[in-house]
């Protein structure tokens, strides 16, 4: 968290995070074009460094898309979720690279200027083999350039978590995009199967991790718990919730984490104002809630983050009857704005 | 929140149907590249 906007909060967790990740980056391009050269000889330095780029870029796409549900799967890969957005941005500029070395290649040298050829040289629409390609590759290009324009916290608040939520699902879309790009471009032409194979199989595994971590998010939503008489809701046992973590449950469709901490229960919107982070799969630091993805706090009892910080999540009544722990399925406050805190 | 857990359950439920197409269509319309047998009748029109 920080009061003031910066370019980047650097600290260790980072610095190593995107040390592993440009490490990864620069090894792969070398082995890329290195062997590549050398199994096939009469390839030019451009192609494969086009190649190189664009595979990589695709490459991280899915290990971007996969790290979403494996966090939701299991909690142990959630610091992989801390810098995603490093990972999103240094794919988009992989991609841009792919884009624009192609666009130079393939579409500089003719008579008019090379966006112009890119939308217009190619018009064999209704053709599977020949179809132009290159523009879907240009239209996800599009969708990753505004997600990454928008990634830093400054447009996460000019748009609201809400909007910038939905601008960042369109990187689904952007994935459909670039898998047709490549199903219709590069695979038209390299046929080997492993190559195709390799393709599904990328698909299937993000696909599979998505839908089986939605099931699971389902399966909570639409668990059912009886009240009593007094509207209060009964959770768990108090010991089933281990000190300083939460226990999330669904309540009237909403999810609440319910904090277990010095002796007592504590129930928030598992909802953080910042990024939509689950936080009810962090834990308690220095007194605070802290989201598992960014860090962002809340003190337990009010839902309001600490001074001088302005966030404020719902918070629910709770009571202790024995060792049973109880909700209240209505919110003490509903606006979630921090204007409201004010 | 669950609206938009919601949308993006059925999002990828989509996407699954949506990439499966393209992977039907993309593989099964490339042409073969083994090169055509002229001695057999039939392999001229392929």
Known sequence: ?342 | MRPLREVHFWTWVALAVALALAFLLGLGERPSSTPVNPSIEWEKTR
Not at chain 1, 15 to 39: C, E, K, P, S, T
Not at chain 1, 288 to 299: A, D, E, F, K, R
Request: charged letters at 15%; aromatic letters at 8%.
């Open chain 1, 1 to 342: 968290m920080s009061v003031h906007y910066q370019a980047v909060g650097w600290n260790r967790q980072k610095r190593i995070y995107d040390g592993v990740m440009g490490g990864g980056v620069a090894l792969y391009l070398g082995a890329f074009v290195g062997l590549g050269a050398w199994v096939h000889p009469q390839a030019t330095a451009e192609t494969l460094l086009i190649r190189g780029l664009g595979t990589c870029a695709l490459l991280l796409l899915h290990v971007i898309l996969s790290i979403g549900p494996l966090a939701r799967l299991d909690a142990r890969l959630l610091p992989l979720l801390y810098n995603r957005r490093h990972l999103g941005v240094t794919m988009f500029t992989l991609a841009l690279a792919h884009g624009v070395f192609s666009l130079v290649q393939f579409h500089a040298l003719g008579d008019v200027p090379a966006p112009v050829s890119l939308l217009t040289a190619n018009t064999r629409w209704n053709s599977v083999a020949q179809f132009p390609f290159e523009i879907l590759g240009a239209a996800a290009l599009g969708i990753l350039f505004l997600m990454a324009a928008t990634s830093h916290d400054f447009w996460l608040n000019q748009l609201s978590p809400q909007v910038w939520k939905r601008l960042h699902m369109c990187v689904y879309a952007a994935y459909l995009l670039l898998i047709a790009h490549v199903l219709l471009g590069a695979l038209q032409s390299e046929r080997s199967p492993l190559l195709a194979a390799i393709l599904g199989l990328g698909c299937m595994v993000v696909t599979g991790l998505h839908l089986a971590a939605g099931a699971r998010e389902r399966r909570i939503d639409r668990e059912r718990r009886e009240a009593e008489t007094d509207g209060f809701v009964e959770v768990c046992d108090f010991h089933a919730i281990p000190e300083k973590r939460a226990r999330v449950i669904s309540l009237g469709g909403e999810r609440v984490a319910v904090f277990r901490h010095d002796g007592k229960v504590s129930a928030l919107s598992n909802v953080c104002a910042h990024q939509n982070g689950p936080l009810g799969e962090g834990k308690i630091v220095d007194g605070c809630v802290t989201c598992p993805w960014h860090g962002y706090q809340y003190l337990p009892d009010t839902g309001m983050s600490p001074p001088p910080f302005l966030e404020k999540v719902a918070t629910y009544r709770t009571r202790l009857a024995g060792t049973r722990v109880l909700v209240h399925p209505m919110p003490c406050v509903s606006a979630l704005k921090k204007e409201a805190a004010r």
